[in-house]
Each structure stands twice: as structure tokens, then as C-alpha cells.
């Protein structure tokens, strides 16, 4: 052995040996305080949840309602968002890497599509617009415009397919954004206009929606789920969540 004390004086005081066991002691301690904290932040956030995908549609006010009502019902998974690219989402559900994802419209295949409610398209324009004051916009009120979209393709029964490509409208300039929170915020402290399902659109952004006229069809969403056959508490959480979407 070696001597962990030695004398000086009246006291005792501790060998270099002794101080580094001590320095060692403390490490380790720091090290399983550590490591248990992760394995408590672990064993929490393994719990089963249902995964939403997240799109370009990415204005979700009802989400606090949905994590509460989901953590508050213990036979429900709980509520995680993951992020997904635009047009990427079917592959990520059929991937298992969400579970489901808010859809315009109904798919056909392994999916299932569960509708929740009709939405329209409204126009969206900013404080300083010259458009703001209007009871309704045509698709000429949109030719020449600075227009922000979250996508130049065209997608059935969206504007450029029901509303300005049938008459040709076509703006000045067209500027993508694959996020309508951040077009909304674009578009509240500038002159650029959009048209946007309402339901998306956060009127206390400092933006004001307009009908248009003649008026689109109606947007039929839905929720589009994978198969949860065999996972009951995604199962259920999904179930809770189509009952809180439903208007």
C-alpha cells in the first residue's frame, strides 16, 4: 500500500495519492449522476408516440390541445412532430418513420385516409396591401402581383389548378416558401399575397383573408394514417386525434 495521510504540523493532511483518489472519486460521482439523469431522460422519451408528420402546412394552433389531451389519456400514445420534406411525406409513413400526416384530399393504397373536414382557399394579404381593403379578389387581382407560394407545381384542387390557371392569371414574380407560417409572416409585413387554405392562416399575424371570387371547390381534408393494426396505443392516440380535428 501507500500512505494516503501524512503529518504536518498538529493536522493531517492527504498525500498527493490520496488527492488524486479523491479527484477520481469525484469524476466518477459526476459520472453516474450523469449517466443516471440519462437513462431517466431515456427511459421518458421511449415512451410510445404517435409520430405526426409535418409538411409545408406547418400552422398547427390546435397542437397544445392534442399533446395535452393525449398525455392526459394513459391509453393513448402520446403526440411527437417530425419534419417532413415537401412531397415526402407518404414515403416517410410508408417508411414507419411517422405514423401520420394532415392531407388534402383522399390516397389510394396502403394508407388510409380519414376525413376530418371541407376548408376554402382565401386570399391572404399584409397590412400595407393595396388589395386589403377588398370584400373579394378575382384571379385578375392576382396578375401581376408579387405571389408567395409553397410550390410552383401545380396540385389538383389547389389555386393554380381551380382558380388562376383556368383564366391564366399569372403573377409578376413568384416566390417559394415551403412553410405557410413562414409565408404568413412574409406576407404581414410586406406587399406579396397569397391564397392559402384559411384553416392554415393565423389572423393575429397582422395579415387579413379575403374570399375569392368566383369561389374555388372546397379543400376535403383528411388525416393519413399507416397501418397501426397491431400498435393499440398509436391506435388510439390517432382515433383521439381525428375526433379533435373533426369540425
Not at 422519451?45 to 409538411?55: Q, S, Y
Not at 393525449?70 to 407518404?90: C, F, K
Amino acid at each position: 500500500g501507500f500512505p494516503l495521510t501524512v503529518r504536518v504540523g498538529r493536522r493531517l493532511a492527504l498525500t498527493p495519492a490520496a488527492q488524486r483518489l479523491v479527484e477520481a472519486g469525484d469524476a466518477s460521482e459526476r459520472a453516474l449522476i450523469a449517466g443516471e439523469i440519462d437513462a431517466q431522460w431515456l427511459s421518458t422519451a421511449g415512451e410510445p408516440a404517435l409520430l405526426l408528420a409535418v409538411d409545408v402546412f406547418d400552422h398547427i394552433p390546435w397542437l397544445t390541445s392534442a399533446i395535452t389531451t393525449l398525455v392526459n389519456a394513459p391509453e393513448a400514445a402520446n403526440l411527437e412532430v417530425v419534419r417532413a420534406p415537401a412531397s415526402d411525406g407518404h414515403r416517410l409513413l410508408n417508411d414507419r418513420q411517422a405514423d401520420v400526416k394532415l392531407q388534402a384530399g383522399t390516397v389510394t393504397g396502403s394508407l388510409t385516409s380519414r376525413p376530418l373536414f371541407d376548408d376554402d382557399l382565401v386570399g391572404v394579404v399584409g397590412q400595407d396591401s393595396p388589395l386589403r381593403d377588398r370584400t373579394a379578389l378575382t384571379p385578375n387581382d392576382f396578375a401581376g402581383a408579387d405571389y408567395v407560394t409553397y410550390s410552383t407545381t401545380p396540385q389538383a384542387g389547389f389555386e393554380q389548378a381551380t382558380f388562376l390557371g383556368p383564366v391564366s392569371a399569372f403573377p409578376q414574380r413568384i416566390l417559394r416558401l415551403e412553410s405557410v407560417t413562414a409565408i404568413v409572416s412574409l406576407i404581414a409585413t410586406t406587399t406579396w399575397c397569397s391564397i392559402l387554405p384559411s384553416w392554415m392562416v393565423d389572423t393575429r399575424s397582422g395579415v387579413t383573408t379575403i374570399p375569392l371570387e368566383p369561389a374555388p371547390p372546397p379543400i376535403a381534408w383528411s388525416l393519413l394514417q399507416r397501418d397501426l393494426t397491431n400498435e393499440a396505443r398509436r391506435s388510439d392516440a390517432a382515433d383521439q386525434l381525428v375526433n379533435l380535428l373533426r369540425r
